[in-house]
């Protein structure tokens, strides 16, 4: 009981913590309590829609299977290796990428970063809200008003806002304990569905160039790219884990924490959808689901809501890595308002909200850029060791430099490469090469290897003196 009320009285506690790095006495986050918080992010029902994005394709359950453990196993690895430096030095992913982009030049993906967080806030909200007048339908109330709609809404962001403006521990508290009711659901209804739909295993429509273009879309939807899509969150919150946990279970708990649940729940939707069932969401629950739909669209629901307050909490320390002067609850409410904003607006437009969501879901291409630069700095040039004062230092003094231009060129270029082969949701987005491929979608192997390789040509050139090896904070 005592050990009950010491986690409580630590949950709703403020986090003071902005961007310096976290004392090791505030460190207290386990390996298991870091595995609900990113489980809990990706128990969604994007995951089940974008299974059945491989049958939609015209690929077998069985393909589609083998495409998200594999692209999983890539992508997950990559999202451990950045979980591990969070761990390492107890700072957050956009502070850390002046290792690699200097002081100043790390703007860049913080704004980056800043802007993205605060999309997927709106837009998930939104979806949220149609979820939830989904199950007062359920409930008998057929038609909600507007009114309803924003009283929801707004309820929703407020429960949201508070949450991540008190900060990481509550965060992690909220995680910890909804997160094993979402899995007892998906399990539930794993069972329900899997008994009550004729799967079709083998049936795949898709051949040749088609086959081919389909395994890249769905690589870069729910493969390789969605392990890669997170990498830009993911120290902000392994910055907090016990200094005396191995970097080997740091990895393999935050790794496992994206792929468990993102490849039972995309086969999931993939078995559904082979026996015929609409991929849209309302449709998809009732269809397959039944009684135990209003359950699960409860888990719907808890799966955006989880995601959100990691944006938030991402999104304030992304406006804080840009050298503000402010502290960290402050600017979360300034994050909280223009959320609502935001979210308002997609009240007044749902078509203009759609519209937004396809172009987000393809904007998170700059991510593999990104990752390609600090790859290679973080790997090649500093062998896995960072000063952490440095990062703090003035741009004049800082062994990182100003603008480290070698970071800036490589991150745009493969910016453009992965533009060029990727083929978005949206007309601007679906570039010249992969058009010329039969719609191949190779927009996180371009961007990244692109990034990677330039910054690897570059960076002698414009660094010229060799990295520092520090010893990494721990």
């Known amino acids: 009981m005592e050990q009950h009320h010491s986690e409580l009285a630590e949950a709703v506690q403020l986090d003071e913590h902005g961007i310096a790095p976290i004392p090791a006495a505030d460190r207290t986050s386990t390996p298991m309590q870091q595995f609900w918080i990113w489980s809990g992010a990706n128990i969604a029902p994007i995951n089940w829609i974008l299974g059945a994005l491989g049958i939609i394709l015209g690929l077998s359950v069985v393909e589609t299977l083998l495409v998200l453990v594999v692209g999983n196993l890539v992508g997950c690895a990559f999202f451990g290796l950045f979980c591990v430096m969070g761990h390492r030095t107890g700072v957050n992913q956009m502070v850390l990428s002046r290792a690699a982009f200097g002081r100043r030049g790390a703007y860049l993906p913080a704004v980056a970063q800043l802007l993205m967080t605060m999309g997927w806030l709106g837009v998930n909200t939104w979806v949220v809200l149609d979820l939830v007048l989904g199950i007062f339908k359920h409930m008998g109330y057929d038609h909600p008003g507007t009114g309803t709609k924003y009283a929801v809404g707004i309820g929703i962001m407020a429960v949201q806002c508070v949450i991540a403006i008190v900060g990481f521990y509550l965060i992690q508290s909220f995680e910890k304990y909804t997160v094993p009711v979402a899995v007892v659901i998906v399990i539930v209804m794993s069972i329900l569905a899997w008994t009550k739909v004729n799967v079709v295993w083998g049936h795949s429509t898709a051949h040749g160039s088609d086959k081919l273009t389909a395994v890249t879309q769905l690589l870069t939807a729910i493969g390789v790219g969605w392990g890669i899509t997170w990498l830009t969150w993911s120290s902000d919150y392994t910055r907090f884990i016990k200094p005396g946990v191995s970097d080997k279970k740091v990895f393999w708990?935050?790794?496992?924490?994206?792929?468990?649940?993102?490849?039972?729940?995309?086969?999931?939707?993939?078995?559904?959808?082979?026996?015929?069932?609409?991929?849209?969401?309302?449709?998809?629950?009732?269809?397959?689901?039944?009684?135990?739909?209003?359950?699960?669209?409860?888990?719907?629901?808890?799966?955006?809501?989880?995601?959100?307050?990691?944006?938030?909490?991402?999104?304030?320390?992304?406006?804080?890595?840009?050298?503000?002067?402010?502290?960290?609850?402050?600017?979360?409410?300034?994050?909280?308002?223009?959320?609502?904003?935001?979210?308002?607006?997609?009240?007044?437009?749902?078509?203009?909200?759609?519209?937004?969501?396809?172009?987000?879901?393809?904007?998170?291409?700059?991510?593999?850029?990104?990752?390609?630069?600090?790859?290679?700095?973080?790997?090649?040039?500093?062998?896995?060791?960072?000063?952490?004062?440095?990062?703090?230092?003035?741009?004049?003094?800082?062994?990182?430099?100003?603008?480290?231009?070698?970071?800036?060129?490589?991150?745009?270029?493969?910016?453009?490469?992965?533009?060029?082969?990727?083929?978005?949701?949206?007309?601007?987005?679906?570039?010249?090469?992969?058009?010329?491929?039969?719609?191949?979608?190779?927009?996180?192997?371009?961007?990244?290897?692109?990034?990677?390789?330039?910054?690897?040509?570059?960076?002698?050139?414009?660094?010229?003196?060799?990295?520092?090896?520090?010893?990494?904070?721990v």
Do not use: C
């Open 253 to 473: 708990t935050t790794a496992s924490a994206i792929f468990i649940p993102t490849v039972w729940l995309g086969f999931l939707g993939a078995t559904i959808a082979s026996a015929g069932v609409s991929r849209d969401p309302a449709d998809f629950v009732t269809a397959a689901f039944g009684a135990f739909s209003i359950p699960v669209l409860f888990l719907v629901m808890h799966g955006p809501v989880a995601t959100n307050i990691l944006n938030l909490y991402s999104a304030t320390l992304a406006a804080l890595s840009l050298d503000l002067k402010l502290a960290r609850w402050k600017v979360s409410v300034a994050v909280s308002i223009v959320g609502t904003g935001v979210l308002i607006w997609f009240i007044q437009s749902a078509s203009w909200a759609t519209r937004f969501d396809q172009w987000l879901a393809s904007v998170v291409l700059w991510i593999s850029a990104w990752a390609g630069v600090m790859v290679v700095d973080y790997l090649v040039f500093r062998r896995g060791k960072i000063d952490v004062d440095a990062l703090y230092a003035s741009p004049e003094t800082s062994i990182y430099g100003d603008v480290n231009w070698a970071a800036v060129i490589a991150m745009l270029s493969g910016l453009v490469a992965g533009w060029a082969w990727g083929y978005g949701l949206v007309p601007a987005l679906q570039g010249p090469i992969a058009k010329a491929t039969h719609n191949v979608d190779l927009s996180w192997l371009t961007g990244f290897g692109v990034a990677a390789i330039l910054y690897y040509v570059l960076r002698p050139f414009v660094m010229k003196e060799p990295a520092p090896h520090a010893a990494p904070t």
